[in-house]
């Protein structure tokens, strides 16, 4: 369901409303459940599916930026290359 949407904002209060539980029940159990904060795992897939477009498509870094949730070109260029090691430019070229 998350992955599907990954190009939408998610916040765990939208999810919360959705699935009928309270916020904080939602983050605690996703913890327990996954390992990992909803935030840090929202991350996770959005820049998995980055790397794949970047990897695959011949997409500019701000459209991948845009496909994958984050719309702000610089912050999705700090966080990738936070997770990453190299900038989404750099990634791209190889």
């Not at 916040?11 to 996954?34: A, H, M, N, Q």
């Amino acid at each position: 369901m998350i992955a599907q949407r990954l190009a939408e904002p998610i916040t765990l209060t939208l999810i919360s409303e959705e699935v009928g539980l309270s916020s904080f029940y939602l983050s605690r159990l996703f913890r327990e459940e996954v390992g990992e904060s909803f935030n840090e795992y929202i991350t996770r897939l959005r820049i998995a599916k980055a790397i794949s477009l970047l990897q695959t498509t011949s997409m500019k870094v701000y459209e991948v930026a845009e496909q994958v949730g984050i719309p702000s070109y610089r912050y999705f260029s700090v966080l990738f290359r936070n997770r990453t090691g190299v900038s989404p430019t750099d990634f791209k070229k190889g």
